[in-house]
């Protein structure tokens, strides 16, 4: 045998040895713990007296709440991120996946809409983000309220990606039953 296949032989048996050094020697695994699910738990008295013991709301707090729809700047930023972001790749289906939030008017414009939109072979798309909402009009009675979203933009392409252009999305919503929808928006 020549020097080389002594080498390889050697090494070999080496590898084979410290694999079964290893499996005598490893840490032993350890058995599972078996945990009774069948465990009721009682509520102290103490517990309740404390929670029964907290203060009412205050009549202003409430009061903001009824003139002041709790989420709506939320609900407006949300959809400006997901109505301003686009790919002609993904088939708008994050504009017609809000239409749940939108009146039928909405429904209608963004339908006519993306069926209008240019269908183009090479990849483009926008990605926003949603920086600040101002309500602008807020009318309980009717039902109306004004939003004005500032985003923040980035056009993509195949061949770069540009720099960031700072847009704002006007919003007005109408309340359908207790929940509010979105009736009209403009890029401006």
Do not use: C
Not at 14 to 31: G, H, Q, S, T, V
Not at 33 to 46: E, K, M, R
Not at 129 to 158: C, F, H, P, W
């Amino acid at each position: 045998m020549d020097k080389r296949k002594k080498i390889i032989i050697a090494v070999v048996a080496l590898l084979i040895l410290a694999l079964i050094l290893w499996l005598i020697f490893r840490p032993k695994a350890k058995p599972h713990q078996v945990v009774n699910l069948n465990t009721t738990t009682t509520v102290s008295n103490t517990v309740v007296k404390q929670m029964n013991q907290l203060p009412p709301a205050d009549d202003l707090a409430l009061a903001k709440e009824k003139t002041y729809p709790l989420g709506l700047k939320q609900l407006a930023m949300s959809f400006a991120e997901r109505y301003g972001s686009y790919s002609n790749q993904a088939d708008s289906k994050n504009i017609l996946d809000l239409e749940p939030q939108m009146t039928q008017k909405m429904i209608d414009y963004v339908e006519t809409y993306l069926i209008k939109g240019v269908a183009t072979t090479t990849y483009q798309g926008y990605d926003t983000k949603a920086i600040l909402a101002n309500v602008l009009k807020l009318d309980q009675s009717t039902g109306d309220a004004q939003i004005e979203v500032k985003t923040q933009r980035r056009y993509y392409n195949v061949s770069k990606t540009s720099e960031a252009v700072y847009q704002n999305l006007l919003l007005q919503f109408k309340k359908d039953g207790s929940d509010w929808k979105v009736d009209y928006a403009k890029w401006e």
